[in-house]
């Protein structure tokens, strides 16, 4: 399959190899993805698969043997993580290295860190019982460092405590890494359990983008999933919409700077012909400097340090975030839900529109200007039915109108609230 500049084709076994030929870069990329389910019980083993495995391998049994050969291939990089898109866990493999026309020696560059990247994720460091048990302790605590370390940084709570009320229950209410009792309970066992079910049962997508002939690098990986492997079906992501009884949460921490996060629910997947107004209209409420949240809310009225729409078209929902000194929280919350409700209402300008599309469409166009953004772009592309092109995307928020945004915003509910407040700040009546 052809779309745009994606030539995408099947290496078999569930397995896919996407080639976006870009020529503007020095480097090149290569990412190897592995899809699959969102399993609570999963969440911290997995997510220490890519934790270990870019270390160290069966060759390279010590990062600084594994570094010395990234130096060696004029400081090529890798690297691997675990990312939540809608409903799958997504775990990465990546490795950068110089165009092949840059060597010095004209080496196949490419060739030799796909071949390099494949040493990492099939043939791991083990000891007898499983993946390296030294490597697995060091990384665990890492993980649980990790876990811990989210309650210092009050706007990811706040955030990730409302995503985890309005997704409660399903899979989406699940986190990378899973919680810090799940952390600590995990084994090497497990770990190695996850790394053997993720080679054979997910969905693996390969993206392929620079200027040099990626055939040597895609001939390693048919080899590496030669292997009978049994992909598992990984369910399309749920768009559901916001419950017709907002819930509310309020905690207090030692805090001076309070956190207001506002979730909405859309029910709109990234297939839906409304996404465009849904995109142009969240960025008028307060997604550039000329937003109604950032010269109303901020500027105007100074009831908050700042104050945010975001859209995650993955899963269909907005959240309104802010940062609010702790007494101005109820009023802040009033000021919010006013300008949610112009926008409902089609109290909308032409200058607000103007801007907000001027902004998603510079944030399209800068796309193409870090090949990490461009692969992970086309990457988010192949969960929906259309691969579509950051100039067609462009193009469909240009012809948005003033009545399609008011349509559909009207047609939303606030999901839930979350308020992290200071001590002695109970504001039980305004809210």
């Known amino acids: 399959m052809t779309k745009g500049p994606v030539r995408r084709e099947s290496l078999g076994n569930g397995v896919f190899f996407s080639t976006i030929s870009e020529n503007r870069f020095k480097s090149n990329l290569l990412a190897v993805h592995f899809l699959l389910p969102i399993d609570e019980g999963q969440?911290?083993?997995?997510?220490?698969?890519?934790?270990?495995?870019?270390?160290?391998?069966?060759?390279?049994?010590?990062?600084?043997?594994?570094?010395?050969?990234?130096?060696?291939?004029?400081?090529?990089?890798?690297?691997?993580?675990?990312?939540?898109?809608?409903?799958?866990?997504?775990?990465?493999?990546?490795?950068?290295?110089?165009?092949n026309r840059y060597a010095l020696q004209k080496e196949d560059l490419l060739k030799e860190s796909a071949a390099l990247l494949s040493e990492v994720i099939f043939h791991p460091l083990r000891d007898e019982e499983g993946l390296d048990y030294q490597n697995f302790s060091l990384q665990k605590e890492y993980l649980m460092d990790s876990i811990r370390s989210q309650i210092n940084d009050k706007r990811r709570y706040a955030l990730n405590r409302l995503i985890e009320k309005m997704y409660q229950g399903e899979r989406y209410g699940v986190f990378p890494g899973g919680t810090l009792k799940q952390a600590e309970a995990v084994t090497a066992r497990d770990v190695t359990d996850s790394y053997n079910r993720m080679l054979k049962e997910a969905s693996v997508e390969i993206f392929y983008t620079g200027d040099t002939d990626p055939e040597a690098a895609k001939a390693i990986f048919r080899e590496c999933f030669s292997k009978e492997r049994t992909p598992v079906n990984i369910p399309k992501t749920d768009f559901s919409v916001s419950r017709e009884t907002p819930f509310l949460i309020k905690e207090r921490m030692d805090v001076t700077q309070g956190k207001l996060c506002i979730g909405v629910k859309t029910g709109i997947s990234s297939d839906d012909p409304r996404l465009s107004a849904l995109r142009v209209g969240v960025n008028l409420l307060g997604g550039n400097p000329a937003s109604k949240f950032f010269l109303h809310i901020r500027e105007r009225d100074n009831l908050c340090y700042y104050c945010l729409a975001r859209l995650d078209r993955l899963k269909g929902f907005l959240i309104f975030d802010s940062g609010v000194d702790s007494k101005n929280i109820p009023a802040a919350k009033q000021a919010i839900l006013k300008e949610f409700s112009a926008v409902q209402n089609?109290?909308?300008?032409?200058?607000?529109?103007?801007?907000?599309?001027l902004a998603l469409c510079n944030s399209f166009r800068s796309v193409g200007e870090n090949i990490y953004s461009l692969s992970s772009?086309?990457?988010?592309q192949l969960f929906s039915e259309t691969i579509q092109t950051p100039d067609e995307a462009c193009r469909q928020i240009e012809s948005v109108t003033k009545k399609e945004i008011s349509d559909l915003f009207s047609k939303l509910r606030i999901d839930g609230t979350f308020i992290l407040t200071g001590e002695g700040y109970e504001h039980e009546n305004d809210l």
Do not use: Q
């Not at 600084?64 to 690297?79: K, M, N």
């Open 43 to 99: 969440a911290s083993s997995l997510a220490l698969v890519p934790m270990m495995l870019e270390k160290c391998s069966e060759k390279y049994p010590r990062y600084r043997f594994l570094s010395r050969r990234l130096d060696a291939l004029y400081g090529a990089y890798i690297g691997g993580n675990m990312s939540k898109y809608g409903d799958r866990f997504v775990v990465t493999f990546y490795a950068s290295v110089i165009e």
């Open 346 to 357: 089609g109290e909308i300008t032409d200058e607000e529109i103007a801007a907000a599309k």
């Open 377 to 380: 772009y086309y990457l988010t």
